[in-house]
């Protein structure tokens, strides 16, 4: 008696589609406003640290001078802050999850060497101009300094 309780369902079942996902046939399809995670275009990223300063379970870190960018993958809640602060667009949320890893620690992208080196010489150039900048401003104050005595002299 117990399986024709179950029979009408069974027959029916036979002649629709699949409830579930074909899901190791088929990549998974994940929500509209599914958050997934965050990936970086490091050398696009000129490591202001907006990013660090909204992330509010602290878990990033930005070194500028090293050209790196570390996100501790276990901390972060994925509320996607960074990635609407950051001026350069280089951070995005990645549909899916993460790839899986042996270990826990952060994960820390750096930048190639000839961003490296390209972002070297622009800190070089910003340096010079500052120098020659504040050279000029000294000179004129001591320009002004010495019309001053002059003027003093003159009286």
Known sequence: MGIMKY????????????VTTKY??????????????????????????LCVRCCPCGTLSVD???GTWTIDRFDCIACGYCVEKCPKKCLYMKDGYQEP???????????????LAKDEEQRKALAAKAAAAKAAAEAKAKEAAAAKVAEDNAK
Do not use: W
Not at 24 to 49: K, L, N, T, V, W
């Open 24 to 49: 190791p046939a088929e990549p998974a399809e994940y929500p509209e406003r599914s958050r997934g995670h965050i990936e970086i275009e490091i050398d696009e990223c000129i490591g202001c640290g």
């Open 64 to 66: 500028k001078l090293k």
């Open 7 to 18: 029979a009408p369902s069974a027959l029916a079942n036979m002649f629709k589609p699949p």
């Open 101 to 115: 890893g042996d270990d826990k620690s952060p994960i820390t992208y750096t930048k190639s060497p000839e961003q």
